[in-house]
C-alpha cells in the first residue's frame, strides 16, 4: 500500500513511517523546504513530498497517487492560540480539501488526542459516544481538526484515531522532564485527590493507525460517533502507579509522592508563560497545561477499537517504560 505520512519528523510519525517502511509498503513523507530531513533520510526507501499544511502550497501534488494518507502533522505547544488552530484545525482542513478534489480520494486516518473529547471521571473511563467536551485550546484545536475531517466525510473515507498520553523511544516530550525525579524516586503530583491516566506505547499506536487504515468504519454525517476509536492499553492507571513504574524502571525503586495543591501548578503555569516572553520559548508547562492537569482522570476505554479494528495493546505501562528506558540509555539520554 501507498501511504503518506504527515508529521513524520515528530515522535509519533517517524516511528510510524519506520514501522510501515520495514513492512515493505511504499512510504511519502509530507516536509516543509525548510524540514530537517536527517532522521527521515536513515528510513530505507521513504520518499518525500514538498508541501505546507499552513499555506495549502503542494498539497494537492503530493496526494495523487496515495491510497491512504496518515495524518500526524500538528502543534502540541504553541504560545499563542491561533497558532494550535492554524496547524491543527486549518491545516486538517486544507489536508482534506485537497484530498475531496481527487476523482478517488484515499481513505484518511487523523490521529486526534483524548484532550479533543475531554477529561473523565475517576474508573468511569471516556467512550466515543460521549458528546466531546475539551477544556484546553490545544484539545479543542484538535477538536477543530475533527470537525474538519467530518465536513468531508461524505467524499474522502475517513477514521479519527485519538491516543491518550504516547510514550516510547523518541518521545522529547512527556517523559524526558520526569526523569530528574524519577532517578531521585520523588515525585510531584498536581492536586490533592486521587488522579487517573489512560497511555499507550508508541508501538502499540503505529499498530492501532496501520489497522484504521484498512479496517473499522469510517465517519459519516448521520452518525457523530461512527469511525471514531480510542486506543490505549485498557488498564487506567493512577499518578501514583506510573511513578512506581518509571521509578522502577530507571533504579529499581519505590516511588514517593507529594502532592502539591492545584493552586501551584496554576502559578507555575503563569509563571513559565511571563518567562518564555523573555525567552522567546514556548513553555513546557502553562496555564493551558495547568488546567488539564486538575482533572481528576484522563482516561479512555479501547473498547470499541478492539472489536471494530481489531486493535489490542501489546505492552502493558511496566514492560513499555522498561523498553523505552533502554531505548533512552542506548542513545546517551538518560
Not at 530537517?36 to 518525500?48: H, Q, S, T, V, Y
Not at 502533522?73 to 481527487?102: F, I, S
Not at 504516547?166 to 524519577?182: E, K, Q, R, T
Not at 492507571?237 to 507529594?258: I, Q, T
Request: hydrophobic share 40%; aromatic share 8%; with cysteine.
Amino acid at each position: 500500500m501507498h501511504y503518506l505520512i504527515t508529521g513524520a519528523s515528530g515522535f509519533v510519525g517517524g516511528n510510524l513511517a519506520r514501522t510501515l517502511a520495514a513492512r515493505g509498503h511504499t512510504v511519502t513523507a509530507l516536509v516543509r523546504r525548510s524540514s530537517n530531513r536527517a532522521e527521515l533520510d536513515k528510513i530505507p526507501g521513504l520518499r518525500f513530498a514538498v508541501g505546507d499544511l499552513v499555506t495549502g502550497d503542494g498539497l494537492d501534488e503530493a496526494v495523487k497517487g496515495v491510497e491512504c494518507v496518515q495524518h500526524l502533522a500538528g502543534v502540541v505547544k504553541a504560545r499563542a492560540a491561533e497558532d494550535y488552530y492554524r496547524a491543527n484545525a486549518e491545516g486538517t482542513r486544507l489536508l482534506c480539501h485537497a484530498l475531496a478534489r481527487l476523482e478517488r480520494p484515499p481513505r484518511l486516518v487523523y490521529c486526534s488526542s483524548l484532550s479533543a473529547a475531554g477529561p473523565a471521571a475517576i474508573d468511569r473511563p471516556r467512550r466515543e459516544e460521549e458528546p466531546p467536551a475539551p477544556i484546553s485550546t490545544y484539545g479543542k484545536s484538535k477538536l477543530g481538526g475533527e470537525i474538519a475531517v467530518r465536513q468531508y466525510a461524505d467524499r474522502v473515507p475517513s477514521v479519527i484515531v485519538r491516543p491518550p498520553i504516547v510514550y516510547g523511544p523518541g518521545d522529547s516530550i512527556n517523559l524526558p522532564p520526569l526523569l530528574a525525579m524519577g532517578r531521585l524516586g520523588v515525585f510531584l503530583k498536581a492536586g490533592l485527590g486521587p488522579k487517573q491516566y489512560s497511555f499507550i506505547h508508541v508501538d502499540d499506536l503505529c499498530e492501532a493507525l496501520v489497522a484504521a487504515s484498512t479496517r473499522g468504519k469510517t465517519i459519516s454525517q448521520d452518525d457523530p460517533t461512527q469511525g471514531i476509536y480510542f486506543v490505549a492499553d485498557p488498564h487506567a492507571y493512577s499518578w501514583e502507579e506510573f511513578c512506581d513504574a518509571l521509578s522502577h524502571a530507571l533504579n529499581g525503586r519505590r516511588a514517593r509522592v507529594f502532592p502539591l495543591p492545584e493552586a501551584v501548578g496554576y502559578a507555575v503555569g503563569l509563571g513559565s508563560e511571563l518567562a518564555g516572553r523573555f525567552t522567546k520559548q514556548v513553555p513546557l508547562l502553562s496555564r493551558d497545561k495547568a488546567r488539564e492537569m486538575r482533572q481528576p482522570a484522563w482516561t479512555c476505554s479501547p473498547a470499541r477499537a478492539k472489536e471494530e479494528i481489531d486493535f489490542s495493546a501489546a505492552r502493558d505501562l511496566r514492560e513499555g517504560l522498561r523498553h523505552t528506558l533502554e531505548w533512552y540509555r542506548q542513545e546517551g539520554l538518560l
